[in-house]
């Protein structure tokens, strides 16, 4: 049974730094992508960031330059370190992995990912 479990957030000052961590388990494959969504009240979720098999990359281009996505060496983990935050970055993020079948490639779509994290509030201040 697949589980991501989400941590870190809070509250923040614009221009300040947090960073959130997903601890994945229950994988039966060795690699995976991993990615970060976030939705802000009243919008649609939107993918921030993943990363896959390989450690390629991908960050939304809301948070180039300001967000980063990495994972540990034994890829358990994956991290959203996020810095210079500004208002709308408020949000609930959560962590998503998709199924087994896209074989550690990251979807475009938020509709293929089968996992979720219970999300993190993320309250960035004036």
């Known amino acids: 049974q697949v589980q991501l479990m989400d941590s870190g957030g809070g509250s923040v000052q614009a221009g300040g730094s947090l960073i959130l961590s997903c601890a994945a388990s229950g994988f039966t494959h060795s690699g995976y992508c991993m990615g970060w969504f976030r939705q802000a009240p009243g919008k649609d979720r939107e993918r921030v960031a993943t990363i896959d098999a390989n450690r390629g990359t991908r960050h939304a281009e809301a948070v180039k330059g300001r967000f980063r996505i990495s994972r540990d060496g034994a890829e358990n983990t994956v991290y959203l370190q996020m810095d210079n935050l500004q208002l709308e970055d408020s949000a609930m993020y959560y962590c998503?992995?998709?199924?087994?079948?896209?074989?550690?490639?990251?979807?475009?779509?938020?509709?293929?990912?089968?996992?979720w994290g219970q999300g993190i509030q993320v309250t960035v201040s004036s």
């Open positions: 998503a992995a998709p199924t087994a079948e896209w074989a550690g490639r990251c979807p475009q779509f938020r509709s293929n990912y089968a996992y």
